[in-house]
T-cell receptor
Framework: DAKTTQPPSMDCAEGRAANLPCNHS???????VYWYRQIHSQGPQYIIH???NNETNEMASLIITEDRKSSTLILPHATLRDTAVYYC???????????FGQGTRLTINP | ETGVTQSPTHLIKTRGQQVTLRCSSQ?????VSWYQQALGQGPQFIFQ???????GRGNFPPRFSGLQFPNYSSELNVNALELDDSALYLC????????????FGPGTRLTVT
């Protein structure tokens, strides 16, 4: 079962930063936080992952709280193409499968 | 786009029939995982194949079976189709057994009537 809680939906204006929260209060020390997104009619796409430290790549930034019980995915300058369902996933390194919850449906408005 | 392809893109079958879905993994990837995504839900893990052997299975009955070939492409077979099998079937390829970044194909939309 999914170990994360995300808001079902969010809206963001185009060009602004989109901040997507995720609660994972039962995360254990060897579990990573992964983010995937699924644009309509496509397969999920890997975005970013982290363990303790904040991470940044060309797509997004991941901020993990010091107690690791929650995290925020940040899309710094959202575009219409970022409209998608975003999944926050917690899994142990070495796990063989992704366990998806319901995710957050992010809508970027012009 | 990832290098993962799936065929067919859409399929309509009747209850009781059998179906085979196909997946070509990204070059260099030796692991293929299959997921079922019902409408409005997140994907659910069906099983994984690593170097032609099943390497783990989710909560799906035995009528869901699979194969992986020497070139690491894969098939998902579903026998005795039920209406609830209507879903988007996704395959994902990765390198090795450890889940890091899985690369998903576009999926096959199966409708069972």
């Amino acid at each position: 079962d999914a170990k994360t809680t995300q808001p079902p939906s969010m809206d963001c204006a185009e060009g602004r930063a989109a901040n997507l929260p995720c609660n994972h209060s039962t995360i254990s020390g060897n579990e990573y936080v992964y983010w995937y997104r699924q644009i309509h009619s496509q397969g999920p796409q890997y975005i970013i992952h982290g363990l303790k430290n904040n991470e940044t790549n060309e797509m997004a930034s991941l901020i993990i709280t010091e107690d690791r019980k929650s995290s925020t995915l940040i899309l710094p300058h959202a575009t219409l193409r970022d409209t998608a369902v975003y999944y926050c996933i917690v899994l142990i390194q070495g796990a063989q499968k992704l366990v998806f919850g319901q995710g957050t449906r992010l809508t970027i408005n012009p | 786009e990832t290098g993962v392809t799936q065929s067919p893109t859409h399929l309509i079958k009747t209850r009781g029939q059998q179906v085979t879905l196909r997946c070509s993994s990204q070059s260099g990837h030796n692991t293929v995982s299959w997921y079922q995504q019902a409408l409005g839900q997140g994907p659910q893990f069906i099983f994984q194949y690593y170097r032609e052997e099943e390497n783990g299975r989710g909560n799906f009955p035995p009528r869901f079976s699979g194969l992986q070939f020497p070139n690491y492409s894969s098939e998902l077979n579903v026998n005795a189709l039920e209406l609830d099998d209507s879903a988007l079937y996704l395959c994902a390829s990765s390198e090795g057994l450890v889940v890091r970044e899985q690369y998903f194909g576009p999926g096959t939309r199966l409708t069972v009537t």
